[in-house]
């Protein structure tokens, strides 16, 4: 009994680790910073000048990072969003390399209307940052280096922090 409470225990310890790894975290490794930032040995979220309009952030420090993150900026209201819901918002996108604008909702008529979780067209990994939020939320996401689905016009080279408001 005890050698099979062993293999329970290791895979327990094993199964913390490679979540750690997978966050972009390691053990003992990262923390919670200032307004909820993630501080790890990998990358911490640049600062937002301007949340309410998803304005200027400050140039990133350190090398691209190698995975895609999220955290809430502001809190929104209402039930929250479900899978295939269409979500309006609208969004600033910045280089990681540079901290310049480099796409911007800004530029179009009217805010960007997606469905939460569906990925046609859109990168994968802010539809599915859209499910479970609410309608008011400010996030801010950063788009990994060498991400698969990103527009052609962008660089894949480099990495992106997208600051998406939830209208």
Known sequence: MKFKNHYVVTGIALSATLLMSACGGSSGDSSAGPNGTIISNDFTFPTVANIEQRAGVEKPI???PEFSAR???SEGAGDPIGFGEP???NYNMYSWATGELVDS????????TVRA???NGVPEYLT????GRQVGETLQLVFKQDMADLPEYLD???AYVVVVSLL
């Open 71 to 73: 955290r809430t900026l």
């Open 117 to 119: 979780g569906v990925t």
């Open 156 to 158: 894949k080279s480099d």
């Open 105 to 112: 909702t800004d530029t179009l008529d009217e805010p960007l």
């Open 87 to 89: 979500v309006v918002l």
């Open 62 to 64: 350190g090398p691209a």
């Open 128 to 131: 599915k940052s859209l499910l």
